[in-house]
Nanobody, 122 residues
Framework: DVQLVESGGGSVQAGGSLRLSCDTSTFTGSSYCMAWFRQPPGKEREGIAYIHHDLTTDYADSVKGRFTISKDVAENILYLQMNSLKPEDTADYYC?????????????????WGQGTQVTVS
């Protein structure tokens, strides 16, 4: 049974930083796509950072240059380093994965999700 477990959310002032972690050790397909999504209050879930099977990355324009997705292959942990946080980054953040080699932006393409971790920027 695949279980993804996020941690690292919290409250921070604008301009601050947070690092989210996602334990992916129960997902044996570690060489496949992994991604971070977020869902702001009252809005739809959106993809913000993707790491493909070859460890190349892509980002939504809203976070490009501020957020960095990475993966510790040995420890099976997915990270999202978030710098220069803005109030509009306030959301529930989710890690997700699937069996594709390259990520897509559509949440429906991801069958495996973490429980979410809340990030509040004031």
């Amino acid at each position: 049974d695949v279980q993804l477990v996020e941690s690292g959310g919290g409250s921070v002032q604008a301009g601050g930083s947070l690092r989210l972690s996602c334990d992916t050790s129960t997902f044996t397909g570690s060489s496949y796509c992994m991604a971070w999504f977020r869902q702001p209050p009252g809005k739809e879930r959106e993809g913000i950072a993707y790491i493909h099977h070859d460890l190349t990355t892509d980002y939504a324009d809203s976070v490009k240059g501020r957020f960095t997705i990475s993966k510790d292959v040995a420890e099976n942990i997915l990270y999202l380093q978030m710098n220069s946080l803005k109030p509009e980054d306030t959301a529930d953040y989710y890690c997700a994965t699937n069996w594709r080699l390259r990520c897509t932006e559509n949440p429906s393409d991801f069958p495996y999700w973490g429980q979410g971790t809340q990030v509040t920027v004031s």
